[in-house]
């Protein structure tokens, strides 16, 4: 796991922003760091070690020609760097920027191909030598082999910048799900800037941080991010989950906002199933327990997330009884936040999967004091604001195994969203029931829902009609049981400059309700990404790589291609799973149906423990707001620490909005002008690091 940035410039350009780019990425990658330079005069590429490259010849091809800090003034066309988090092949062989022996193909990678030795005997079996140990070489040879076909070869998690010299092309990809990030920004010099994370940009000449309207209104309203193709910084893009790009050497022209052309290599279909399913539940577990079985894959210890629900549970399990299977003699780590507050913590349910596997448990409680003294540091990392504390709580876990030197983790996202695991599933498997005629089936469902999870036929009801109406409906019964809608008293919606809309209601029109249609849209905008992008941040501001098995594609396309009932039947969640996991989960965690997963008692601290503070919190974003956020926040506020109102997490939402408006210096004022200018601006407040 690691950082990459780069940029590619239609002109000369200097080549010393590359340096502290990629020092502001050091978090991601502190075992080595690399750069290629290609020299405007003559087309000369050079190999350039860093600060915290080891010391050593390898004698590759790609071995360090000189040291960095002797060319930033050189004129280039195009830089790439790079921070290395070594986990396979932990010699100098993994060095990046690495190439072919002929020096014509470069890259610069931040993932884990986990099927890589089989890659591998594939290509020798072609004729290709290979002379590392390393996954990076095997990509490589790989895109020498089949070009920009090799990503349907690859099973794993992936951005890369792949530099061809000969052909003087820049191609980008991403990996199917966007587990690893990759963005852009044109910067007004005519560079095309490409990073892992955002705040790489901040050291790149005429850097402006602005603010992207839209986008905000997404979060602030609808508590989402990662949905589209933006970002909240205007003009700064990311290339979309399963798509790639194909840049030329001389750089390329961006449209009038600044976005690049790319294309979608990867299109999530399910596949078909016609099974029964006792079938169904064996096929998973094989699959699952081959997926887990390739996560395991290092050079490096490797620990696990531990809620005690039913995702991370299945991972731990499953890799327990893989190890013992090898004849391992190193107990499995595990890590879990918990809570003071007995509602929401999960101590007793992890309790139980440690007594039955044996594993080294640890436990952190994170606390509102670590929160607000740790909160520009977990922003200034997170790159965007972030709609609630679990993230927190993700944060302490990641913080403590680093601590103790583990360098990966499994955990389990994907899972929710793939197997009917939220509740947010209950409205459009109603919905698809009622389409379909399936009257007497319905029913069971919904006798099912209540009996298990404590509805009302009436609240049944209304997210059955809330996944069929119309729009026009459909936003007023939102509003009318208090849940997101277009004009928050708290929210001036003018000052901000964006449309009043559901980011979402286009996608839903297009697709009848069901269980597989709200998979998809959560799986490819409106959810995953988002959790993703926290775990990416989270993880890496720690120096550890997050691998996260639900998401191995086979088992995807597969679990996809279930029928609803598989996944969610009188009101049984995730049912393939449970039946799947028998014999290996705990059948008090198999059998459970609460969900509470790494959540902090957000209410209890704004209410109780926190109120000044968080109070003093919204008062600092109320004011860097320049008026988006209005006065009535505070109200609004008051009255929810009072009880006088529910909680409601906009308060933090707001709170996280203006803590990133001042920690990237954002600028509100400008957001009526274009994307592009305001991106372009020669004013360079860059972002403060943690």
Known sequence: MCGIVGFVSERPVAAGPIVQMNRLLRHRGPDDEGYLLCIAAGGRMLACRGADTPQGETGFAFSPDSDIAAHGNV??????????????????????????????????????????????????????????????????????????????????????????????????????????????????????????EIKAFTAFPGWHACLNAQRAYDF??????????????????????????MVPGKGVRPDENGRIKTRQWYDLQPRQFSGGFADAAAQFRERFCDAVGQHLRADVSVGSCLSGGLDSSSIVCAAHRLLAKQGSRHLQVSYSACARDETIDERKW???????????????????????????????????PFGSTSIFAQWCVFQQASRDGVKVMLDGQGADELLAGYHA???PRLAGMFRDGSWGALLQEMRGMRRMHGYSSLQLLMRAADAMLPERLRQPLRAYVGKSFATPSWLDVDTLGARQEDPFAQRRSMHRPGVMATSLMQLTSSNLQMLLHFEDRDSMAHSIESRVPFLDHELVEFSLGLPDEYKLCRGVTKRVQRAAMDGILPDPIRDRVDKIAFQMPEETWMRHHGVQAFRD?????????????????????????????????????????????????????????SAATCAGSERLPAARAA
């Open 75 to 196: 004129a280039v066309r195009l830089a790439l760097g790079h921070r290395r988090l070594a986990i396979v092949d932990l010699t100098e062989a993994g060095h990046q920027p690495m190439c072919t022996p002929d020096r014509r193909l470069w890259i610069v990678y931040n993932g884990e191909i986990y099927n890589h030795v089989e890659l591998r005997q594939r290509l020798t079996a072609s004729g290709y030598r290979f002379l590392t140990e390393c996954d990076t070489e095997v990509i490589l040879a790989a895109y020498d082999q089949w070009g920009s076909d090799c990503l349907h070869q690859l099973k794993g998690m992936f951005s890369f910048a792949i530099y061809d010299a000969h052909a003087d092309t820049l191609f980008l990809a991403r990996d199917r799900f966007g587990i690893k990030p990759l963005y852009y920004w044109a910067a007004p010099n005519g560079s095309l800037c490409f990073a892992s």
């Open 220 to 245: 602030l309203v609808w508590s989402v991010s990662d949905h589209t193709d933006e970002t909240l910084f205007a003009g700064v893009y990311q290339v979309r989950p399963g798509h790639c790009a």
């Open 350 to 384: 992890v309790e139980q999967v440690v007594a039955s596997t044996g594993i080294d448990a640890h436990y952190v409680y994170p606390d509102v004091s670590q929160l607000l003294e740790e909160l520009e540091r977990i922003t200034w990392h997170q790159d965007e």
């Open 425 to 427: 599933f209950f409205g």
């Open 617 to 673: 919190k919204l008062a600092q974003a109320v004011e860097a707001s320049h008026g988006i956020l209005t006065d009535h926040s505070l109200a609004t506020f008051q009255e929810m620490a009072l009880g006088r109102t529910r909680y409601s997490s906009m308060i933090w939402r707001m709170v996280s909005f203006g803590e990133w408006l001042r920690t990237f210096s954002v600028d509100v004022q400008p957001i009526r002008e």
